[in-house]
């Protein structure tokens, strides 16, 4: 960076601070969002604690006249003043400077990947921590772990008033501690293309900088976070953090990008970036495109949960899935004919159990999709095909708990069923919704139980396997505990009614020689895990309409 002037000043954190709610700080568009999280901001408090160096805050100081780079939203230090005399964009310590804020205000903040840091529970330990570190991110406990908020407070006496001299004195050590630690402030001043190439520079050897933050630096102008918050704002909560780059992929591809690799994606959006920067017409156009196509993810995730069951993010194999949909919806703007359902019904089955966005394959399924969804969403008589990528021996290495194209699209063809409980009388019907809920973990039910497992010496690899896994609720995993399937289904089989109406849903053989009546638990195990494995991968083929896997040989 050419022709940039350097100087340095040093401010104690009371007077950065001071800075801070003066509102002298600003946040540049090409910055990136808050991403800290707790246990990271108490590090930072506790190196300030134990007087080790913290980095220098870059600043790169204009006119007030340059407040057009000014990032109006999404950032969590109080707003510019517009009566200084010059913008102080923060280009490196936005990180630090902010959780230096909000740890003494005390209040709660969601980071750009949605986790909410409660800044009041960054504490101070009044006893000797064993691992050294004497500011945690815990909840505080009165007497034992103070909170900063409190500690860095005006009026802290009061706040710590329940505590004994020898205590107050050591919150009072901290207290000065923290607030005449140097904080080392370099100012720059140079023109935007020299700080943007300095941003980049800085975070490529610090904090790793993503493509996509790359993208948001270089085309800072096409104020591109904000039609990423405009994307997560038309889903709802369980889709709500759909990653940055899928999103990009679809904003560039809605403009004729081909690829979706990263450098090529990336070349793209500069480039409308280059060309929107002194062409209002073009800005104007695809602030209008990208708005629309923002209304269009909201479509792709109703139309996955209404007719797949993918109920939240968790329940679905590629993020990229919603943005190829979301692209079919943007070039079709009317309604979806039954053509249509029947091909995209086929693409979404295909491209889980197929894992077609995963490794090498992405870069050759993903510009294919592009294809044919513009085709199909122009009327044509397109088909969407397949080549079967798997083997049915592929559904049983697939673990439960793992997020593979396979186990995906399982879940999903398990909650179009319509989960029941196998242990109540009669058919009863477990709310779709039950599953969405975070704290429902314990939901998947081990057929053959996995204590029951361990102790016949079954290795994890097996029993974890999806085809040993149904969905229940928490409360009859619970009920069902360690016992043989031979034993807790002859109990739901005696119950009054539609047992094997209830085992069907559940996809669970229980005719007269199904593996779940064996008094040998591995015979009986390596039998149904066959049985069902079939089972699964012909129901799975019954919700394509085409053929999902390799004939058998």
Known sequence: MNHKRITTKVKRVSQLLKCVEEGRFAIPKLQREFVWDGPKAAKLFDSIWAHMPIGVVM??????????????????????????GKVWFLIDGQQRVSVLHRVREGSELPNAHGKVIDFKRVVFSLDDEENGQQILYRKPRPGTYESLSDILHPHWRSRVSHLGSRAI??????????????????????????IRETFLRINTQGMKISTADAIFTQAEDLDLRDIQHEVRGHVDAGFGMIPEMPILFAMAAARGAKEARGQALKRKIEELGRDAKHDHRLRKSLAKDWNRLSVCFGKAVDYMRQNFSVITRDFLYSDYMISVLS?????????????QKEQIRKWFWATAVGSRYSGSKFFDCLPADLKFFKRLAEQRGVRFTYSPQVDKIDMRKSLYASRTGIASAFYCMMLRRQPVSIMDDGLNEIPIDHYATPANRKDRHHIFPRFLMIDWEVPPGLYNSICNICLLTAEENQR??????????????????????????????????????????????????????????????????????????
């Not at 600043?59 to 200084?84: D, G, M």
């Not at 207290?175 to 293309?193: D, G, N, T």
């Not at 692209?327 to 053509?339: I, R, V």
Request: aromatic share 12%; proline share 4%; charged share 30%.
């Open 59 to 84: 600043i790169w100081e204009t006119p007030r006249s340059q407040r057009l780079y000014l990032r109006q939203k999404y950032h969590v230090l109080p707003p510019f003043n517009a009566k200084n």
């Open 169 to 194: 004195e050591r919150v009072r050590n901290c207290r000065e501690r923290i607030l005449r630690y140097p904080m080392h402030l370099m100012f720059v001043q140079a023109k935007i293309s020299g």
């Open 327 to 339: 692209l079919f919806f943007f070039w079709n703007g009317q309604g979806t004919s039954a053509k």
């Open 480 to 553: 069902i505990g360690s016992r043989r399937p031979r034993s807790y289904l002859a109990e739901a089989r005696d119950n009054a009614g539609y047992f094997k109406r209830k085992m069907a849903r559940h996809l669970i053989p229980v005719g007269g020689d199904s593996g779940v009546w064996f008094t040998n638990v591995k015979a009986g195990f390596k039998h149904i895990v066959r049985e069902r494995n079939d089972w699964i991968c012909r129901e799975l083929e019954n919700e394509a309409g085409i053929r999902l896997f390799r004939k058998d040989m």
